[in-house]
Structure formats: C-alpha cells, structure tokens
C-alpha cells in the first residue's frame, strides 16, 4: 500500500517537473488502454507540458532531474486482478525480450519487486519500471528523446 503511494507520488511529480517538446506512446503497450481489469492512463506531451516546470522529486538511487525535459510521453498500466496482472507481466517480458532492454536496475525489498529496464534508440528511448508489489501489478513508460548518457545519469 505504501509502495503504490509512494509511486503515484512519484508519478505525480514527474508530470509537475516535465516540459515536452515532442509526442511519444510506446505502441507495444497501448493494447492495454481497453484490457478488462487493467487501468491504463497515457499522459502526453501537451498535458505534460501543461504542468510546466518544478522541482524534481527525491527518490534514492535515481536522478530524475537528468530525464525531466527529455520525456515526450508517459504510460501507466495497472492491474489488482490475478489474471489480468499474470498476462501484463507475461506481456512486459516478451516486449522487454522482443524490443531487446537492457536492466538498468533491480530493487528487492520486503516482496516487492522494481524492475527498471531501458532502450535507447535514435528517434525514441524508453525507460520501462515494472513494480511487483503484494497483489497489483504496475508497469510505467516513460518515452523520450534521450540518450545513454541520459540514462546512465539518472541511474547515479
């Protein structure tokens, strides 16, 4: 429970921090948008750009500062639901396999499960956080037009 909120916090604040320039929605991840039993929520350039700019949040081991005016978008798919949550994660590993990502980081703690993976490509980079937490599933998409130096700042 308090994962979740620490997440949506998170999340929150990152939309506040961002001022976009361009318009990005990871295409593997939008047959989400009408699952049963799934929320999903796409948040683009033009809301995120609406938000203008603050301060960025403090989260331990990630710089989101470096990523901030780089995001051209943001999805986030959820699921409470047993079977639901079973197909998103089995879904997320074969585009995380497919669409060739790379682990950028793990946090284990107390049976939650962070997965942060990352792809960075030259029209469009993508960092992809997978939270395993006692009975929901989260999956955020974070797309931009950043580089690996980028990513590599943010992971310090």
């Known amino acids: 429970m308090m994962k979740r909120k620490m997440i949506k916090a998170l999340l929150c604040l990152m939309v506040a921090m961002a001022s976009l320039t361009a318009n990005a929605q990871v295409k593997a991840f939008e047959k989400y948008a009408d699952m049963k039993h799934v929320s999903y929520v796409y948040i683009s350039k033009y809301m995120l750009g609406m938000a203008g700019k603050s301060a960025a949040p403090s989260v331990p081991g990630v710089d989101m500062k470096s990523m901030a005016s ?49 792809r960075v490509d030259k029209q469009q980079s993508v960092v992809v956080m997978v939270v395993d937490d006692d009975g929901e599933a989260t999956v955020m998409v974070f797309s931009g037009t950043f580089t690996m130096d980028d990513v590599m700042k943010m992971a310090k």
């Open 70 to 118: 780089k995001l051209t978008g943001i999805q986030i798919i959820s699921s409470e639901d047993k079977s639901a949550r079973a197909k998103l994660k089995s879904d997320v590993k074969d585009i995380l396999a497919q669409d060739k990502y790379d682990v950028l980081m793990q946090i284990r703690e107390d049976g939650s499960k962070v997965d942060i993976y990352y």
